[in-house]
């Protein structure tokens, strides 16, 4: 990932989570630090695949992108609604990997949306498509691809979430500062001036 990119993806995957009440800490750059993790705890890893499709006039002439996410079981399930809060999953319950599974699809198509969005402002435009779920051993087959640059959060409890993103993107001018103006937060009220319709 570009600097850029780096940051905008950091920023975008910590606010998602902190919606969700669970506070990450971008440790760095983890290479393909998810092959142990992957070979050791298949069974309680989720990973999922969205593709970026291009639009606008110039979208035939670039390549589609790519968001990978990778996370425990533990941490989706930490995570979840707090209306499915009120017991204990366990990876070994084919129920409750099933429903770990698709809330990891829902926030990865929803941290695809918070990037889409704020590429927009820099006039890259993309499409998610709806995302695929990945073994652990296939999501580190696209670290190892990808030469690994993705991004490691972890939680308060040590459980960690992979983040890689490839975009035929461009860096605005402030590549080297911040990545944008900050749009409203999810969930808060924005006001508007009793004047603005007269």
């Not at 990932?1 to 975008?12: A, F, I, K, S």
């Not at 999953?89 to 809330?103: C, E, M, N, Q, T």
């Amino acid at each position: 990932m570009t600097p850029y990119l780096e940051r905008l993806v950091v920023d975008c995957t910590c606010g998602l989570f902190e919606a969700y009440g669970l506070l990450l800490k971008h440790t760095a750059h983890s290479g393909v630090a998810v092959q142990a993790q992957s070979r050791q705890q298949e069974s309680s890893v989720t990973a999922c695949l969205v593709k970026l499709r291009p639009e606008g006039p110039a979208a035939a002439s670039l390549p589609h992108g790519a968001l990978l996410v990778v996370a425990s079981f533990a941490l989706i399930a930490r995570c979840r609604p707090m209306n499915g809060r009120g017991r204990t999953l366990s990876p070994l319950s084919a129920g409750d990997w099933i429903y770990v599974r698709d809330w990891a699809r829902e926030l990865t198509n929803q941290l695809a949306a918070r990037i889409t969005n704020r590429l927009t402002t820099i006039g890259d435009h993309f499409s998610p498509c709806p995302p695929t779920v990945l073994t652990a051993v296939a999501a580190e087959r696209q670290l190892v691809a990808a030469g690994g640059g993705d991004a490691c959060f972890t939680s308060p409890e040590r459980h960690e979430v992979h983040v890689l993103a490839e975009l035929p993107t461009r860096a605005p001018a402030d590549a080297h500062g911040r990545t944008s103006a900050p749009g409203p937060r999810e969930g808060s009220v924005t006001l508007f001036d009793e004047d603005d319709d007269a």
